[in-house]
């Protein structure tokens, strides 16, 4: 269990973040997801005792993680696979977290294995690793302690298709088991692959939060056909009521409800080939929206600076 309860970030004038408060649980994958410069990692440093809070706390199973005895045996913990010191084995590198996580030696082992290193691999130097073995010798390093929660800041980095799967199939059991995962990324689609629950950050604050199907059932849209020479005019008379209409393929989407697209399209004459209720895509468009409004922030205070 992760709680996190009004953490907030100052540097200076600016709040990298933002007064948010979340939780995540046992046996459920927690996406943090967010563009960048949202303030995921900062918030992660925070959650790990890395960076401290300006104020707010972040409890890890119901402590602060510096005041966890040997906190690798509880909290696995990967920020930066970039980190690692260039100059040691992978197996050299896995050996010292084992070391300082108290744990025996065969852990080393078992930790490669589970991250898919074969021992080969594990005898060159991590300088000369792709940035995917890197990730996955990162990720080894937090299972090393045999945790029940683990912290992945952009744990997909670098991977191949073939290695997100994995990567998805490993933090998916590992919540079957009881685990809590917290892992961030700036790509809705990893997030929507994996986690049950999401966190959506943006500018420091939380904007969206729930689990998935929350997230996606509180913003129903629907989708609506009509023979191609009625569209705009449905179109036209859906606006004039006050709803917004975006064309997706030869479908109308609107943010009116089925029964309200029914009322208007026969009080115009316009016949409807199907009318559906659309949630996909939901999650897209408000992450989309997020992330042009950080960047429009950007660029005000590039101009402004
Ligand atoms: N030490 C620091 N001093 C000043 N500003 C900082 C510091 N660390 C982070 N920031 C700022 O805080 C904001 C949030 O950064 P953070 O690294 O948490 O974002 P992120 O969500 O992890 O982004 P990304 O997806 O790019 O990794 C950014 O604007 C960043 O420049
Ligand atoms: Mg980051």
Request: charged residues 20%; aromatic residues 2%.
């Given at each position: 269990?992760?709680?996190i309860?009004?953490?907030?970030?100052r540097?200076?004038?600016f709040?990298a973040?933002?007064?948010i408060?979340?939780?995540?649980?046992?046996?459920?994958?927690?996406?943090?997801?967010?563009?960048?410069?949202?303030?995921?990692?900062t918030?992660?440093r925070?959650?790990?005792?890395?960076?401290?809070?300006?104020?707010?706390s972040?409890?890890v199973?119901?402590?602060p993680?510096?005041?966890?005895?040997?906190?690798?045996?509880?909290?696995?913990?990967?920020?930066?696979?970039?980190?690692?010191?260039?100059?040691r084995t992978?197996?050299?590198?896995?050996?010292l977290?084992?070391?300082?996580?108290?744990?025996?030696?065969?852990?080393?082992d078992?930790a490669?294995?589970?991250?898919?290193?074969?021992?080969?691999?594990?005898?060159?130097?991590?300088?000369?690793?792709?940035?995917?073995?890197?990730?996955?010798?990162?990720?080894?390093?937090?299972?090393?302690?045999?945790?029940?929660?683990?912290?992945?800041?952009?744990?997909?980095?670098?991977?191949?298709?073939?290695?997100i799967r994995?990567?998805?199939?490993?933090?998916?059991?590992?919540?079957?088991?009881g685990?809590?995962?917290l892992?961030?990324?700036h790509?809705?689609?990893?997030?929507e692959?994996?986690?049950?629950?999401?966190v959506?950050?943006?500018?420091?604050?939380?904007v969206?939060?729930?689990t998935?199907?929350?997230?996606?059932?509180?913003h129903?849209?629907?989708?609506?056909?009509?023979?191609?020479?009625?569209?705009?005019?449905?179109?036209?008379?859906?606006?004039?009521?006050?709803?917004?209409?975006?064309?997706?393929?030869?479908?109308?989407?609107?943010?009116?409800?089925?029964a309200q697209?029914?009322?208007?399209?026969l009080t115009?004459?316009?016949?409807?080939?199907?009318l559906?209720?659309?949630?996909?895509?939901?999650?897209?468009?408000m992450?989309?929206?997020?992330?042009?409004?950080?960047?429009?922030?950007?660029r005000?205070?590039e101009v402004?600076?």
């Amino acid at each position: 269990m992760i709680q996190i309860e009004n953490l907030t970030k100052r540097y200076g004038s600016f709040t990298a973040v933002d007064d948010i408060t979340f939780t995540a649980r046992p046996g459920r994958v927690t996406g943090f997801l967010g563009p960048n410069g949202a303030g995921k990692s900062t918030a992660m440093r925070m959650l790990v005792g890395l960076t401290v809070p300006s104020s707010g706390s972040a409890l890890v199973l119901g402590r602060p993680y510096r005041s966890l005895p040997t906190p690798a045996r509880h909290v696995g913990v990967m920020l930066d696979a970039a980190a690692q010191h260039a100059g040691r084995t992978g197996r050299e590198t896995l050996v010292l977290a084992a070391a300082m996580a108290g744990m025996p030696r065969h852990a080393v082992d078992r930790a490669l294995e589970r991250v898919g290193l074969t021992s080969r691999e594990a005898e060159r130097r991590v300088g000369n690793y792709s940035l995917g073995m890197r990730q996955r010798l990162g990720l080894a390093g937090a299972l090393i302690g045999e945790p029940q929660v683990l912290v992945l800041d952009e744990p997909a980095n670098g991977l191949d298709p073939a290695g997100i799967r994995w990567m998805r199939g490993l933090l998916r059991d590992f919540a079957d088991q009881g685990g809590t995962v917290l892992l961030s990324s700036h790509l809705l689609h990893e997030v929507e692959q994996v986690a049950h629950d999401i966190v959506m950050i943006g500018g420091g604050r939380i904007v969206a939060e729930g689990t998935q199907e929350e997230l996606l059932a509180g913003h129903g849209q629907t989708v609506v056909g009509t023979p191609e020479g009625e569209r705009a005019r449905l179109a036209a008379e859906l606006r004039g009521a006050g709803h917004q209409v975006d064309l997706r393929g030869e479908d109308l989407v609107t943010n009116a409800t089925r029964a309200q697209v029914a009322r208007i399209a026969l009080t115009a004459g316009v016949p409807v080939t199907h009318l559906a209720e659309s949630s996909a895509g939901r999650l897209e468009e408000m992450f989309l929206q997020l992330t042009a409004d950080q960047a429009r922030q950007e660029r005000t205070e590039e101009v402004s600076a």
